[in-house]
């Protein structure tokens, strides 16, 4: 039995500048070839990567919040509630936004969309994604969750959702930049002393990349940095982040940290991704569905530390275990164990036999019901490595983005989209989840 989860508190590390030497290349260094650099729990795409150096990274500076080590966790629908940042910051260190909230939902008190917005008094810095497509609502919003106690707002511009895009909203909002700076001024506004950022893709598609005008944008009008899925909205989760387009915003915007997204599965790509492209900080998404300790190895290597060996499968239950009771606490025992659901399918992954009890997990309405699916596996069975670089959460392939009629021939008007259907009512948020 071997103890990896030991947490150390991570300070404000020093902040020497770091040396941004390699090139923007993305995925193609660090080519596979196993030398002694990572201990054998780090996989073979990442053997080779050089640990940090003392004083290479530096702490996030998003307004006045200092982030030490620079990672931030994605907003995920669905998935980034109170109970797994929660879970999350009890690994790490780090920003922990919230997942994405409709501006109509929560301006209407809709129940649900408030109790996905909410906290607890120990979540500090509290972080939440507000997603609006009308510059005063945005305002609203931003007031009023700043009036709340907020310490930092995120904006989603990078929704691909058709649903969403149809209507001119997420993805396609940046393909007018008149009407982009016009949310994110008015929430710049609202959110006062409240840091604000912007998290967008590349652009609609290749042919209509955005990212550099969002990244001007961002700059003029205020925001506190600029995070970048380096995936086109046609891209969905398909194919492979461009860490190239991550170097190139980084080496546009001057004034303001980019942070680059898109697939960190490991902690030491993280390193990998800092070094490529020269930004500032990285946000985290898919690779710590089932593996919240992530932000535990991500803390270690920023700080030139070995990645601390991952989870045994009884260790892993036993955080799937606290999972389950941070979410029953906070949403209640049915809606919680639902939502526990997919969780235990992330979990679980790679382990041998878990397809064996993958049936009965997405049917478990009681934690004894949950213990007594699980007990059927090998609780000795180490972390598999083929889980490590797994896809979770979303893949899927490419689709063409819908957009209203004759968007593309007026990206000069800045008149706000038309409302969805639906939009504001509970649930909204699942249903147009996605950035
Ligand atoms: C289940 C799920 C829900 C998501 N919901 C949101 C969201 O609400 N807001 C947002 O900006 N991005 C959302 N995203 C996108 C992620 O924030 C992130 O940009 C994307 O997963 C790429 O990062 P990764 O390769 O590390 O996963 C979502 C992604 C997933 C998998």
């Known amino acids: 039995m071997h103890a990896p989860h030991d947490h150390a508190p991570h300070g404000p590390s020093s902040c020497e500048p770091s040396?941004?030497?390699?090139?923007?290349?993305?995925?193609?260094?660090?080519?596979?070839?196993?030398?002694?650099?990572?201990?054998?729990?780090v996989s073979a795409r990442n053997?080779?990567?050089?640990?940090?150096?003392?004083?290479?990274?530096?702490?996030?500076?998003?307004?006045?919040?200092?982030?030490?080590?620079?990672?931030?966790?994605?907003?995920?629908?669905?998935?980034?509630?109170?109970?797994?940042?929660?879970?999350c910051r009890r690994f790490g260190a780090g920003l922990y936004v919230s997942e994405m909230i409709s501006a109509k939902g929560y301006l209407r008190g809709n129940r649900l969309t408030r109790l996905l917005a909410d906290s607890r008094p120990d979540e500090t810095p509290r972080s939440v994604q507000m997603y609006a497509a009308d510059p005063t609502e945005a305002g609203e919003m931003a007031r009023s969750l700043a009036d709340s106690g907020v310490d930092h707002l995120d904006m989603n511009f990078g929704c691909p959702v058709p649903k969403v895009t149809r209507s001119?909203?997420?993805?396609?909002?940046?393909?007018?930049?008149?009407?982009?700076?016009?949310?994110?001024?008015?929430a710049v506004k609202g959110a006062g002393q409240v840091p604000l950022t912007i998290k967008v893709r590349k652009g609609v598609s290749d042919e209509l990349p955005t990212f550099l005008d969002a990244g001007r944008i961002a700059e003029e009008e205020g925001c506190a940095a600029i995070g970048l899925h380096?995936?086109?909205?046609?891209?969905?989760?398909?194919?492979?982040?461009?860490?190239?387009?991550?170097?190139a915003l980084k080496s546009r915007v001057r004034s303001v940290p980019v942070l680059g997204n898109?697939?960190?599965w490991e902690a030491t790509d993280a390193l990998r991704m800092l070094r490529a492209t020269g930004c500032d900080g990285v946000i985290v998404g898919r690779g710590c569905l089932g593996r919240p300790w992530l932000f535990l190895e991500l803390a270690a290597v920023l700080e030139g530390r070995p990645t601390p060996r991952p989870p045994n499968l009884r260790e892993v239950c036993a955080i799937l275990d606290e999972h389950a009771r941070l979410l029953i606490e906070f949403f209640g025992l049915e809606m919680g164990m639902r939502q526990m659901r997919k969780w235990c399918a992330w979990y679980t992954k790679g382990f041998r036999g878990s397809s064996a009890v993958r049936e009965a997990l997405v049917r478990v309405e009681t934690l004894e019901q949950l213990h007594a699916a699980l007990a059927r596996l090998d609780m000795d069975e180490e972390f598999p490595m083929n889980a490590l670089r797994a896809i979770r959460g979303k893949a899927g392939a490419q689709k063409q983005v819908a957009l209203?009629?004759?968007?593309?021939?007026?990206?000069?008007?800045?008149?706000?989209?038309?409302?969805?259907?639906?939009?504001g009512d509970a649930g909204f948020e699942d249903e147009i989840s996605g950035g």
């Open 404 to 423: 209203p009629h004759g968007w593309l021939a007026s990206r000069d008007d800045d008149a706000p989209p038309c409302a969805l259907e639906g939009e």
């Open 168 to 186: 001119g909203g997420g993805s396609a909002i940046p393909l007018k930049p008149r009407l982009l700076a016009n949310i994110v001024r008015a």
């Open 230 to 247: 380096a995936r086109t909205a046609q891209q969905l989760y398909s194919g492979t982040a461009d860490w190239d387009a991550i170097g």
């Open 19 to 41: 040396p941004r030497a390699e090139a923007a290349n993305g995925h193609a260094q660090d080519e596979p070839s196993r030398t002694a650099a990572q201990p054998a729990w």
């Open 262 to 264: 898109g697939d960190i």
């Open 47 to 87: 053997a080779s990567t050089k640990s940090a150096a003392p004083g290479e990274f530096r702490a996030l500076a998003i307004g006045s919040l200092r982030v030490w080590p620079p990672v931030v966790l994605a907003p995920m629908a669905g998935v980034t509630n109170y109970p797994f940042r929660k879970l």
